[in-house]
């Protein structure tokens, strides 16, 4: 079975800094999805990045970019100029067409003013 | 961007009484909708998956019986919480694939269930 690991449960970064999230993941597909999603305390789930595994190049959206290695099965969230508002739950998930998401355990994301 | 609308965002009910949640798609049409439910801090955990016009595919462990799922239309699944007890308390939250965006799933906002 598919799993998804976020080995920081807590971080937290400066306002303004940059701040990257970890996650890797098990797989023996080669075509497959990768998302990063952000649950503020309204609990709304809010899709971060999107990454399809068969692009080489990494995803990029504003501030948040992230580093693919797929040889590595790793897939990390660069949040540049951080923002009060991104503080948040963050999840990284995996996704195998046809079949179901596969959570991470999230890393809650703490911003200082 | 596609939508979700999940209603209600808040429900407290008694203890043996049935609560139902809707999970619509307002603007794209949804042949599959999935149900999770998160405890406190934790992630999300996949209930089931609701098809449009079948029945309803459940995790292991989650009962059939006391989660109704119902899928009657494209832009419509339904979960009803039957008999339900304090343990049942929790937030579920539903998505939806809009198929015109390959992999672009969306949640709805989610719905806290407190049974009293």
């Known amino acids: 079975a598919q799993t998804v690991t976020q080995s920081q449960p807590e971080m937290s970064v400066q306002e303004a800094e940059t701040v990257t999230l970890s996650c890797t993941y098990d797989?023996?597909?080669?075509?497959?999805?990768l998302f990063w999603y952000k649950q503020p305390p309204s609990r709304q789930m809010i899709l971060v990045i999107r990454?399809?595994?068969?692009?080489?190049q990494n995803a990029t959206e504003n501030r948040f970019s992230v580093n693919f290695q797929k040889a590595a099965k790793s897939f990390s969230l660069k949040i540049s100029d951080s923002q009060l508002g991104d503080a948040a739950m963050y999840f990284c998930?995996?996704?195998?067409?046809?079949?179901?998401?596969?959570f991470g355990t999230g890393t809650s994301l703490t911003v200082i003013p | 961007g596609a939508v979700v609308s999940q209603h209600p965002s808040r429900v407290i009910c008694k203890s043996g009484t049935s609560v139902k949640i809707e999970c619509r798609s307002l603007?794209?049409?949804?042949?599959?909708m999935f149900w999770y439910r998160q405890f406190p801090k934790q992630s999300l955990m996949l209930m089931a998956t609701?098809?449009?016009?079948?029945?309803?595919?459940?995790e292991q462990g989650v009962e059939k019986d006391k989660f109704l799922i119902n899928h009657a239309s494209l832009t419509l699944s339904t979960l009803t919480v039957t008999s339900a007890h304090p343990e049942d308390s929790s937030f579920y939250i539903c998505?939806?694939?809009?198929?015109?965006?390959?992999?672009?799933?969306?949640f709805g906002s989610g719905t806290r269930l407190t049974v009293v």
């Open positions: 990454q399809e595994a068969y692009k080489q």
């Open positions: 797989t023996s597909e080669s075509d497959y999805y």
């Open positions: 603007d794209f049409q949804a042949t599959t």
């Open positions: 998930a995996y996704y195998l067409w046809g079949n179901q998401f596969y």
């Open positions: 998505s939806a694939r809009d198929l015109g965006d390959i992999g672009g799933y969306t």
């Open positions: 609701s098809n449009e016009g079948s029945k309803a595919t459940y």
